[in-house]
């Protein structure tokens, strides 16, 4: 079952967590759904992979795929040599419900297969404080240990946010906001989007450093308007998601120093303690696991804006030009 639109909310899930645990089936949420609300006391659904191996395994022996408001999974970019349909060989797609209307598709199907099942949900559990130097790792746990209740949480944290569904799993309950369309640049606008829409709950921008500098003025208007919005750089010093994408169609074994030079943003290196404070956003420096658990809970204990440069090693090793 793999599931999207309007059934990665409450209603949806629920039926979907139902109708899995009495089928037996394995059932998934579009890898970027437009709100996935999850955390304690929610039905706990995957996404689907980002990548097309990852896709692959997940749905490995399936026979039949449903879909309730989500599309057939294709891969995100088309590599050379390899198909852009994710939908095993032989596999049967079954139309529940388009984009709208799918949770209620869902919860009717849940009524007449399984009356008496009730949905499986996350219990809550929080990791403790890490300690030591700053990585994507450290930095997931942190968010796991200190998110408050009810947030929204805007994710565009790309490489550097791949463990947080995992620290984030047992938390308060929460909403996530995923990159649907594909361009780089949505967090920061999509963060003002959400403190307007509910401006009594606090509101998490987990921004990666390339991502930021496409709509980093967005600060500013976090700023005039007195938004509740605490974001998160993931300062890594470079585009870590088109050097993997680059390394994916084989073009990265040897790079040369103008191809480096195009992937990196350390020369000159972007201060965005400095950018912030300059748009009237208060933003302090993260170096250390403890450094960014001290800012994470002063910024969600004083409402209003605030911006933490996270400063995290690279995933994928220097990000640095040659």
């Not at 109708?19 to 929610?42: H, I, K």
């Not at 594909?182 to 963060?191: K, R, S, V």
């Not at 509740?228 to 084989?250: A, C, F, K, P, S």
Request: aromatic share 6%.
């Amino acid at each position: 079952i793999l599931i999207g639109g309007d059934a990665t909310r409450a209603t949806g899930l629920q039926a979907a967590a139902r109708v899995a645990a009495a089928s037996g089936a394995r059932w998934y949420c579009e890898t970027f759904p437009a709100v996935l609300q999850r955390g304690a006391g929610v039905p706990a659904v995957d996404r689907l992979a980002y990548f097309a191996e990852g896709v692959a395994a997940q749905l490995d022996g399936a026979k039949h795929l449903v879909l309730a408001g989500a599309a057939a999974p294709v891969s995100f970019f088309a590599y050379p040599g390899r198909p852009s349909s994710l939908v095993p060989d032989g596999c049967e797609v079954h139309v529940l419900a388009e984009h709208t209307g799918a949770a209620d598709a869902l919860r009717a199907l849940a009524d007449e297969l399984a009356p008496g099942t009730v949905a499986p949900v996350a219990t809550p559990s929080r990791p403790s404080l890490p300690t030591g130097a700053l990585t994507a790792a450290s930095a997931a746990t942190v968010i796991g240990a200190l998110l408050p209740q009810r947030a929204i949480v805007v994710d565009e944290s790309n490489t550097a946010g791949v463990l947080l569904p995992q620290a984030t799993a047992g938390a308060p309950a929460h909403d996530w906001l995923t990159l649907t369309g594909g361009a780089i640049g949505y967090g920061i606008p999509a963060a003002v989007g959400a403190a307007v829409a509910a401006p009594q709950r606090p509101v998490l921008c987990l921004e990666s450093d390339g991502s930021a500098m496409y709509t980093i003025s967005g600060l500013w208007t976090h700023a005039r308007e007195n938004l509740d919005v605490t974001t998160v750089i993931y300062n890594n010093g470079g585009y870590d998601i088109l050097r993997l994408e680059l390394q994916r169609v084989g073009a990265a074994d040897a790079p040369g120093p103008k191809a480096q030079q195009l992937l990196d943003l350390t020369c000159p290196t972007i201060d965005f303690v400095k950018l912030a404070e300059a748009m009237g956003v208060p933003a302090r420096r993260a170096n250390t696991a403890e450094e960014f658990a001290d800012a994470l809970r002063a910024a969600f204990s004083e409402p209003g804006p605030h911006l933490i440069d996270a400063v995290v090693p690279s995933m994928l090793g220097s990000n640095r030009a040659g």
